[in-house]
């Protein structure tokens, strides 16, 4: 019996709410400008709202991959997506147009980025999990490669396309269109994903091509019940490799960051660029590392 593929059909769903991920990401940055002309804030309140994503992302981190391996990433996956959606689709909702005060629109952007990053914090736990069930040790580093490219592809495509609608339609559409198709692609994920052992759509011979090659085929068999003590703590962290991956890790995302935050601000108010040629002029970042991760991801395979 030839195996089936599902497994590439599950990396494109990962490639998809990756995108939609970091496009929920990115439409803050894209209506900054914007948003800080309408409310009048001062660059340092701008920083803050900024900020707000990554602090409560950061904290979320830990205890969320506690409730991964209890409750499997179906239902904590697809539940962030239209919750971290719904969020974004509400900033839409901070125009003064319908808040008396731009104090009271301004809490409630710091309110809906918050809770935004503490949606997201499943994402790439999830991700993660999913590869680790899904592919076999020799496939994973090229599968991972691909929906983490996702992030810069999405990010190339979609960033010239927020800012027309930004420069369009008004600063709320982008966050209407982006929470909308966030909500929908969560609600298909609850209904259609589930671990290989579990889908109709993967037959035997595909299971077995898994599991033999390392994957789990079951998120219960990737599930470990041995509780984590300070000792094992204490182990991981004398390890150089570890913290050679703690260092690469902050360089990557602290750079990343600024992309995703004050590069746009910086083309529109330092350059004195329209949104629309910033939108244009952010792409080649992202195009750049959407290249290297897509090569890294081959040369470690």
């Known amino acids: 019996m030839k ?21 929920d990401r990115a439409n803050l940055a894209v209506a900054g400008s914007n948003i800080q002309n309408d409310f009048s804030l001062t660059p340092t309140q701008l920083g803050l709202l900024f900020s ?3 602090w ?13 391996d209890r409750i499997g990433s179906r239902i904590l996956y697809g539940g962030a997506i239209i919750l971290w959606s719904i969020f974004t689709f509400m900033m839409g909702f901070a125009s003064h147009h319908l808040f008396a005060t731009a104090t009271a629109s301004f ?15 499943p994402s790439f736990p999830s991700n993660t999990k999913i590869i680790a069930t899904w592919f076999p040790d020799h496939e994973r580093a090229r599968a991972t490669a691909i929906y983490s490219s996702a992030q810069y592809i999405g990010l190339a495509l979609l960033t010239p396309a927020l800012a027309f609608i ?29 671990d290989p052992q579990h889908s109709t759509a993967v037959n035997q011979a595909e299971l077995d ?26 182990f991981f962290l004398s390890k150089k490799t570890i913290w050679g991956l703690f260092i690469t890790q902050f360089a990557c995302s602290s750079t990343l960051y600024f992309f995703l935050t004050w590069f746009i601000v910086y083309l529109e108010k330092g350059l004195h660029l329209s949104i629309s040629k910033a939108g244009i002029g952010a792409m080649l970042p992202y195009i750049m590392a959407m290249l290297g991760v897509l090569c890294g991801g081959t040369l470690s395979d």
Not at 107 to 121: D, N, P, Q, T
Not at 209 to 217: E, Q, S, V
Request: charged share 10%; proline share 1%; aromatic share 16%.
């Open 3 to 23: 195996a089936s593929r599902q497994r590439l059909f599950i990396l494109t769903l990962l490639f998809i709410v990756t995108a939609i991920n970091y496009m």
């Open 52 to 54: 707000m994503f990554t």
């Open 56 to 68: 409560a992302y950061a904290a979320s981190q830990i205890p969320v991959g506690y409730v991964l």
């Open 107 to 121: 809490a409630m952007l710091l309110a809906c980025r918050a809770l935004i990053g503490v949606a997201e914090a």
């Open 166 to 194: 930004v420069a369009n339609y008004g600063w709320e559409m982008s966050f209407y269109l982006s929470g909308g198709a966030g909500i929908l692609f969560g609600i298909y994920w609850l209904m259609y994903y589930r």
């Open 209 to 234: 091509y898994i599991k033999a090659g390392g994957g789990y085929g079951s998120e219960n068999q990737s599930s470990v019940s041995a509780k984590i003590s300070w000792q094992n703590i204490k």
